[in-house]
């Protein structure tokens, strides 16, 4: 059982280009989660998706998009890169859209906006 | 607002010492409280959580965390810290529709 997976692992990216994390998750969990990880700030909700179909905002969206076309995948697109989006970005999953659920983490994706 | 607040961004013990990382939280109903552990390069791992009941709670790794309602703290310990806790530690709290607010991180250093 893999869990989450996140790609790429990490990548340098020029500002101003689009770029597409991928999450994908093989525990049928109905919600999806996307985090950015700063020092100092902890970790910060970018977007979520209760269910396959539905996404919402989070803390921090301003400048990324996602999607929920089916309940595995969850890919967080920024499109148009700037170099305040150089974090790390982790995707969670959690069986219910639930406060008593636990939230599963993949591993990270670290990103460099240059 | 809902916030949490780890005040120590960085501590250091020496291996067999006790630990004892501070959490405080501000959210208006009763919370549900999480501590999460980050190796480096790595996820994040559930360590404990709290929803109600007995206010002290065990985890993985022999962690526990202390619900304080009067003072608004979570606080996580250990008795005997081993080389390997060295990483950072996340509290968090949940929100309505299971979104989770984090601190800002602890970062925990063992010595030989």
């Known amino acids: 059982i893999a869990g989450i997976t996140q790609a790429p692992t990490s990548q340098i990216l020029a500002a101003g280009r689009r770029m597409t994390l991928r999450c994908t998750q093989d525990m049928r969990h109905n919600a999806m989660y996307w985090y950015r990880q700063d020092l100092g700030l902890g970790l910060r909700l970018i977007h979520y998706s209760n269910t396959a179909g539905t996404t919402g905002k989070g803390e921090v969206p301003d400048g990324y998009s996602v999607s929920r076309a089916n309940t595995d995948d969850f890919p967080l697109t920024l499109a148009s890169a700037v170099p305040s989006q150089t974090s790390v970005y982790f995707c969670?999953?959690?069986?219910?859209?639930?406060?008593?659920?636990?939230?599963?983490f993949g591993p990270g994706t670290r990103l460099t906006v240059l | 607002a809902q916030s949490v607040t780890q005040p120590d961004i960085h501590i250091t013990v020496s291996e067999g010492a006790s630990l004892e990382l501070r959490c405080n939280y501000s959210y208006g109903a009763t919370p549900y409280l999480f501590w999460y552990v980050q190796s480096p390069g790595q996820g994040l791992q559930l360590l404990l959580k709290?929803?109600?009941?007995?206010?002290l709670v065990q985890g993985i790794k022999g962690f526990e965390a202390e619900f304080k309602r009067s003072q608004s703290s979570f606080n996580l310990r250990k008795p005997s810290v081993h080389w390997s806790d060295a990483a950072e530690y996340f509290c968090a709290v949940g929100n309505q529709g299971g979104k989770l607010i984090f601190g800002q991180g602890t970062e925990l250093s063992v010595k030989p």
């Open positions: 709290y929803f109600s009941g007995d206010t």
């Open positions: 969670a999953s959690s069986d219910r859209p639930s406060s008593t659920d636990t939230q599963y």
